[in-house]
T-cell receptor, first 115, second 110 residues
């Protein structure tokens, strides 16, 4: 049973370009979470999605960031017009069923570098 | 979710038990204590969680005080591969977001 798969592992973008980060949850998991980790800091929650629905995006910056989890295919975190401050590690996690007394499993992350 | 307090860093000799403390004095009755760790440059790894009772799995043991205001994660026989940042997180049963603070940086030495 493969774990949470994220790609690419490393992504370099010039300022103003778009970044697309992909996350395939573990088999049977329908809940996906995105977190961002700035250098030397802990992970910060960004968004929680279920299939085709955004449940909570309270941690997402209001502009340039969007997320989706379509019926078919991976979850996508999209950052438009990237700036240097977007450089960070972005982690995706998934969990089965209803949140609560269950753990989330994390991918290995995508390290975004904006030059 | 309740706030947690952990020491910034700890050392442990290889083969000895590593005891990582966590204070969560404002924890409420429906909040669980979760432990994750992050080995350098990797994604966080779930270790263990509990509500009231002590818990044990193949990785670690979790000891929660009777008043639930603090807990201790125990790695019974630390190895060099256990060197990581360990996060103690309190989360409501109905919650989903994990609030990763600064954690404790554990260094296991030969």
């Amino acid at each position: 049973n493969a774990g949470v798969m994220q790609n690419p592992r490393h992504l370099v973008r010039r300022r103003g370009q778009e970044a697309r980060l992909r996350c395939s949850p573990m088999k049977g998991h329908s809940h996906v979470y995105w977190y961002r980790q700035l250098p030397e800091e802990g992970l910060k929650f960004m968004v929680y999605l279920q299939k085709e629905n955004i449940i909570d995006e309270s941690g997402m910056p209001k502009e340039r960031f969007s997320a989706e989890f379509p019926k078919e295919g991976p979850s996508i975190l999209r950052i438009q017009q990237v700036v240097r401050g977007d450089s960070a590690a972005y982690f995706c996690a998934s969990s089965p069923g209803t949140p609560g007394d269950t753990e989330a499993f994390f991918g290995q992350g995508t390290r975004l570098t904006v030059v | 979710d309740a706030k947690t307090t952990q020491p910034t860093s700890m050392d442990c000799a290889e083969g000895r038990a590593a005891n990582l403390p966590c204070n969560h004095s404002t924890i409420s009755g429906n909040e669980y204590v979760y432990w994750y760790r992050q080995i350098h440059s990797q994604g966080p790894q779930y270790i263990i969680h509990g509500l009231k009772n002590n818990e044990t799995n193949e990785m670690a043991s979790l000891i929660i005080t009777e008043d639930r205001k603090s807990s201790t994660l125990i790695l019974p026989h630390a190895t060099l591969r256990d060197t990581a940042v360990y996060y103690c997180i309190v989360r409501k049963n109905s919650g989903y977001a994990l609030n990763f603070g600064k954690g404790t940086s554990l260094l296991v030495t030969p």
